[in-house]
């Protein structure tokens, strides 16, 4: 999964458009994360990519952060334009799902918002998650959470729904515990990618919670396992 992200960033270095689109799914999609797709088709991106590599050369794009799990990988950037760009320097999260080792999908979060405030959030609800503080965790959260698998079902809504499910969650684990092995952020989001175990002697399993914060608390959280 990697070498298909790192295939396409060495393409567009290298101004090489064929390379790009040979890492592109036929149903390649481009939007912002949360947002309508609007770029939907690898002949779409032929198009967008010959005026991109004309208008937007890039200088270097720095890698501040990458996670990977199951068939997405995320990675947080710095990008400074080439001569004659039309674009200035950027800071982004791109989030990047593969199928049948093609991109598939590509979301870019800009950075707006509160960073400091999300991550304190963030960090908040994870403390009380792992010593089952129920109303200290519920209280980070907002009144129409929502949770969802990335790019697919929406599993619960509301806060109600979220107390009782963790209310089960806490009382069936009780020695539950969460595991930060990275943790990157972009604006209003923090992505957390996360080791964790029911109980001290049980297999971990991992997952990436992709959290979207507004108005100070959690609006949504979006999972890849």
Not at 193 to 200: G, I, K
Request: aromatic share 8%.
């Amino acid at each position: 999964m990697a070498n298909i992200i790192d295939q396409n960033y060495a393409a567009y270095a290298a101004n090489d458009l064929e390379g790009i689109l040979a890492t592109l799914a036929d149903d390649y999609t481009v939007s912002p994360f949360g947002g309508s797709p609007w770029l939907t088709s690898r002949d779409a991106a032929r198009k967008l990519y010959t005026r991109h590599l004309v208008d937007y050369p890039m200088d270097r794009t720095d890698v501040l952060g990458r996670m990977e799990l199951a068939n997405v990988t995320i990675k947080r950037e710095h990008s400074e334009p080439g001569e004659g760009s039309k674009a200035p320097a950027a800071d982004v999260m791109m989030i990047y799902t593969v199928r049948d080792g093609l991109i598939a999908r590509c979301e870019s979060i800009s950075r707006q918002g509160d960073e400091a405030a999300a991550l304190a959030v963030v960090a908040k609800q994870l403390e009380a998650y792992n010593v089952q503080d129920l109303d200290a965790h519920v209280a980070c959260f907002a009144d129409d959470v929502v949770i969802a698998d990335l790019n697919g079902a929406e599993n619960l809504h509301g806060i109600t729904d979220y107390r009782a499910r963790y209310q089960g969650v806490f009382a069936q684990y009780p020695n539950n515990h969460a595991e930060i092995v990275n943790r990157l952020a972009c604006g209003n989001v923090v992505v957390d990618h996360e080791r964790v175990r029911r109980s001290p002697d049980s297999e971990p399993f991992e997952v990436l919670a992709i959290y979207t914060i507004k108005d100070g608390k959690i609006a949504r959280v979006d999972f890849v396992k």
